[in-house]
């Protein structure tokens, strides 16, 4: 096959957005001794995921993970950057911009320009379709979702998504370097929400559903979940980590991709989501987070 590479051929990695997903993927491809090109749109998003990233290693450190130099070394590798043309380096890109069809396929279409035409390209997605990003690129044997979950220096998962046209050869690829990370990889088909949020989301949104009709309080019903089902954080709460607006997007690719009612997005998320109300990101979701989250009044 032409240009086809090995894991060991991967010495620079590109990831496209560098906000909640993107800065832990640059963190954790650094960690494993890659080279990472972060682009991000905003000069803000670039400044403010270099602090985390280090407040992340720092962490990491702390814990025993990490000896300080590979720390050093970690933060030396990343290199953020404003625009894409350097992605040209890069044998594989990652992208984790907003979950939004549209924005998304023109990024494919523009990577497809951009790369080196042996660079696979993969998509953090949450719930997009691959095959539709992989048709925007033009090279649609070379594209693979690679689904980190969040906190991703934290969560061990990686979904590593097979569209129709996907090859057997990307989809190897993308394994090999889920596996180099240090995570747990699982294969899965194209299907809206993979197998991770086409079973969390719609738990999210009922619960959401409960605070809707009265069934209980937030901080009743993320009790009851952690204590009556052992969860280690209630829907609620968790859905104040992903931020809202991501639940709901995902709920609506669900809703609309599956075309099954169930999947309906609680029409109380949609409020708050209108109202700003993001969860953590924005200080206020079904919790307030100041020194200490408090439920919020509904
Ligand atoms: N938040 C989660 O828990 C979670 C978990 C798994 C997967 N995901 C997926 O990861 C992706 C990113 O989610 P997030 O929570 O990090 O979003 P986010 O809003 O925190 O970050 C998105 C970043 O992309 C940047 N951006 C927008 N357009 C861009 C462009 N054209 N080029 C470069 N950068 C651009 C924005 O400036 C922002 O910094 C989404 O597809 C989401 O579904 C999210």
Redesign the pocket.
Known sequence: MAGAMTIDDIRTIGV???????RGIAQVLATAGWNVLL????EE?LEAAIRKIWEGVKKAVEKGALRGDQAGSAMALIHPLRHMERLREAQVVIE????EPG?KRA?FAQLGQVCAPSTVLAS???SISIASLGMASGRPDRVVGI????PVPVMRLVEVVRAVETSEYTVQLALDLVRRAGKTAVVCKDFPGFIVNRVLIPMINEAIFALEDGVASADAIDLAMVEGTNHPMGPLALADR??LD?VLA?CEVLHQDLGDPKFRPCPLLRKYVEAGWLGRKSGHGFYLYGDRPVANVT
């Open positions: 496209v957005g560098a906000g909640q997903m993107g682009v991000d749109v905003t998003a984790a911009i907003p979950e924005m990024l953090n997605t949450s689904h980190f979950m969040n992903i931020g991501t995902i």
